[in-house]
Each structure stands twice: as structure tokens, then as C-alpha cells.
């Protein structure tokens, strides 16, 4: 499990990637880095929805996807029906996910209400530029 309590309330910052401001892929950076993973970067807007869903679908070989949540797992969420996804966060449990949004700053919510938009739930394997 990874430490997470410190990030709750860290405002939403297009391509924020500290503690001063974070994005859902600076998030999901820093939680996967709390379980000692380094994932690459992106230089995407997190207002560029339609390059995030095709980045994400892109380098989606280097996640293995699982049936069901589990602590430390990426969530891959859609905003819009019509992408892959396009919008990202942690487990913390099998019931909660932590992610920074815009109209919540960073913050947990549950599986349970997101569970229309979730894409799947994936585990890191390793990729090329990690």
C-alpha cells in the first residue's frame, strides 16, 4: 500500500506534478512512484482529452488488465463515451480510488459511483522509457 492522506485536497493543476498542484497523471505518477514504479511522463494538457485517450490507448500494452479493483492498481476512466479513456486514478482499496479532477482537486471516491465511466482496472508491467 502506498501512503495517500497528504495528497487529499492538492489542487487540480493542468500538468501539475507536485504537491503544489497536481493532474490525474501527475497523481498517478507520485502514487505509483509511493510504490517505488516509475512511470513516464506526459506533455499533454489534461483539456486534451481526445490526445490523452489516444496516449493512453497507445501505451496500453505496458498495463495488464485485472477483473476486479485491488490497492495500488491504475483506474482508467472515461469521461466521454465516445474515447478509451481519458482520465486516471489509484485504488486505495477494492471499494475507493484516489484522483485528482478538476472539480474536486485531488480527492477519494468510490468505485461504486464512477463505475458507469471505469474502462478497467490495470496492473503495471513495464514498458520501454520507463
Known sequence: MFAYNDLIGVPFVDGGRDMNGL????????CFMRQGIQLKDYAISARDLAAISHKMEEDSYE???????????????RTS???????????IDT????????FTD?????IR???S??????????GEGT
Open 23 to 30: 493532474d490525474c497523471w501527475g497523481l498517478v505518477k507520485l
Open 63 to 77: 498495463w495488464q488488465k485485472i477483473e476486479s479493483p485491488e490497492p495500488g492498481c491504475l483506474v482508467a476512466i
Open 81 to 91: 463515451n465516445e474515447m478509451w479513456a481519458n482520465h486516471a486514478g489509484v485504488c
Open 95 to 102: 471499494e475507493r480510488f484516489i484522483h485528482a479532477y478538476a
Open 106 to 110: 485531488v480527492a477519494v471516491a468510490r
Open 113 to 115: 459511483r464512477w463505475k
Open 117 to 126: 465511466h471505469i474502462a478497467g482496472f490495470y496492473r503495471y508491467k513495464g
